[in-house]
């Protein structure tokens, strides 16, 4: 299983960046960090050396594909982020035979994914958390989109996003998802066990009382 980190704040992507494969930003995550749009995204590309999720903002499909070729030109790794919308989809379609990866977003249904499996997207990414929070199961989500991709083949990999906690990124790696981008405080939370604490003091403890020569 791969690990996104899901921030465009360069500080986490620096501190995490050992842990992770990728990157995923989104507009609203990019406005968190401050920062002008290319400037951070072209940063992340030298910390990171998988795929870096960048998101178009344009509503018609010409449009997206045109920020889409301006972005891919700022580093091989850039990965254009599409929503799920009619329109997203002809951009996704046409970005593919260009040879241009693509993320569809903001995928809230299985026929959703089916669809950007379709359009040959690279990655979709199901948000779970939204899901659960209008109480919508998003881990049922990301199984149903597992069995439908694995019924045809479908090469599009599963990011699941949307993620709130540790529990979650162990059920997308139970249900087999290609990737889950997480949070910088969830990898946090995921690498932290109080048991590992206490056991690591009481061996530090012990050690000191074995004869030094
Ligand atoms: O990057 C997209 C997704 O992970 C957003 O998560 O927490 O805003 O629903 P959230």
């Known amino acids: 299983m791969k690990f ?17 494969d990728g990157v995923t930003t989104n507009p609203s995550l990019i406005a968190k960090s401050g920062r002008s749009f290319k400037e ?3 940063e992340i590309c030298e910390i990171v050396d998988g795929p870096i999720s960048a998101e178009v903002v344009s509503l018609d499909a010409s449009g997206m594909v045109k920020e889409a ?20 989809i002809k951009a996704t379609k046409m970005l593919s035979k260009e040879g241009i990866k693509t993320n569809v977003t903001l995928c809230f249904s299985a026929n959703q994914a089916l669809i950007a499996a379709k359009a040959d997207a690279t990655y979709v990414s199901p948000f779970i958390g939204r899901l659960d ?14 069995d439908i991709y694995a019924n045809y083949g479908y090469k599009t990999e599963i990011i699941v996003a949307s993620i709130r906690s540790p529990a979650q990124v162990k059920q997308s790696a139970l249900i087999g998802a290609d990737i889950a981008t997480i949070p910088p405080e969830v990898l946090g939370q995921m690498i932290k066990h109080p048991l590992t604490d206490i056991g690591l003091q009481k061996f530090l403890a012990d050690w000191e009382k074995v004869p030094k020569k």
């Open 4 to 20: 996104f980190i899901d921030t465009a704040d360069v500080a986490q992507i620096k501190k995490y960046a050992h842990l992770v």
């Open 40 to 42: 951070v995204v072209k």
């Open 133 to 146: 929070d209008i109480d919508n199961n998003g881990m049922n989500l990301i199984a149903e989109i597992k």
């Open 69 to 88: 070729r301006e972005l891919a030109k700022i580093h091989k790794n850039i990965v254009i982020k599409i929503p799920l919308t009619d329109e997203g």
